[in-house]
């Protein structure tokens, strides 16, 4: 258990207003080769309490508590109370800004403002000031229920909250960053994505990437301080969000706008999505190829079970017994993989125009490895585009595998018709359906309703 200090310490790195340091350890690495100096230091979830002190309930069960605090603190400046406060900040930090009945908390490392959408991106009505002189400055302003994006204003430059995990993408021209900070009020009935600072990395890649999550409405909310929620794991984590700079010149899957709405309808589960960037160079042989043909595949699928999986329950509370993973291409391809061969870790799989031709001229294809593997418990969301007149889109690969899939006793359905249990599999035809994020958007309502629907 790292101390109060180093934690302070790793979680300071990981903001922007920062300075550079060095992370105390090297959690997050997925083998026992030397630490690896990028290797992400595991934060603590808003709603699990991690290593709180005694003074608030931890997590969302003690906001009110926070907030409270640290009114009495600005008020008195208590030495022991002042400790209090100050311990309690830091275990939440990546967590804020802290919100409970109409009242946000700021908490900045020098003196900003803060401007947003409920203030009219003023830059003069909320200013952070010292803490009772200290190295903290914190601000309170009234906000109402809602999804608001903010920055902070450090003379003319803005920036985002060091403090907050929490993102929205923005497309104005003026933001360089092309995302703001967001407050989404836990009853708000809104989701949000939240990027970890530190990157995930893995020696025997040789490479680190970005985790990125969509957490949904009412995650933060204190009554559901406890619940664990299902999660699916998503490969080529640049292109499932609504990032609309991203994928080719086009948006992203949009995959938290279809959950916002599909939750909101009643037809899915509140549902976490972790999503890992893919290796740019190194992606075809990660997700592609078995290291017995020259490729890394089985490589990867230990970095996920091993590193990714793990690292992302340190942050979010994560259902063990709902746990799923999807991609696209060979998102899907690698997902199919990692799901029929490891029954025991994921309830089903998704795979959106998989492409499943790598190592069918080596009898290494997921096509050779069915027979072996056989049935398991494993629910399977199975489609493609294209069409038999002109193929494409791995049309008669999919169907092949779906064939297969059937053969060992798996029972078809077609979306959106599909009964979900581990003895299905769900397919799906979009025809002259094309190969790109724009299908996968359209479609993701499928695979979310049959893994995750209510």
Known sequence: MLSFATRILA???????????????????????????????????????????????????????????????????????????????????????????????????????????????????????????????????????????????????????????????????????????????????????????DRVCSTTLGNCRTMTAYLPPGYAAPANALRRYPVVFMHDGQNVFDDHDCCFGHTGWEVNVALDAEIAAGRVEATVIVAVDHAGAGRNAEYGWSESVGGKQESFMAFQLGTVQPLAATHWRLDAARTYVAGSSLGGLISMRLALEHPDVYAGAASLSGAFWPGQDTDTALRDRLPAIGKVPVAIYLDHGGSAQGGGDGYADSIEIRDQLVGLGWVRGDSPACVRGGDAVCYHHEPGGTHDELAWRDRSWRWLRFLVGT
């Not at 009234?142 to 430059?157: E, N």
């Not at 993408?169 to 939240?194: C, I, Q, W």
């Open 11 to 197: 979680l300071t790195c990981l903001v922007p207003l920062a300075l550079a340091c060095d992370p105390p350890g090297n959690a997050g690495d997925d083998d026992d080769d030397p630490p690896d100096p990028d290797a992400p230091v595991a934060a603590p979830d808003a709603g699990a309490g991690g290593d709180a002190s005694a003074t608030c309930a931890p997590g969302a069960a003690g906001v009110a508590c926070v907030i409270a605090l640290h009114e009495a603190v600005r008020t008195s400046c208590d030495a022991t109370r002042l400790g209090e406060l100050t311990a309690e900040l830091g275990t939440r930090k990546g967590t804020f800004p802290l919100w409970d009945a109409g009242t946000a908390l700021f908490v900045a490392d020098a003196e900003v403002a803060v401007a947003g959408a409920w203030n009219g991106w003023s830059t003069t009505a909320t200013r952070t000031s010292a803490l009772c002189g200290g190295a903290l400055y914190t601000a309170t302003a009234p906000v109402a229920s809602g999804f608001h994006p903010y920055k902070l204003v450090a003379g003319t430059t803005w920036l985002l909250d060091g403090w907050s995990w929490a993102f929205v993408h923005d497309d104005f021209a003026g933001n360089l960053d092309g995302k703001n900070s967001v407050l989404n009020t836990h009853d708000s009935g809104r989701g949000h994505l939240v990027a970890v600072p």
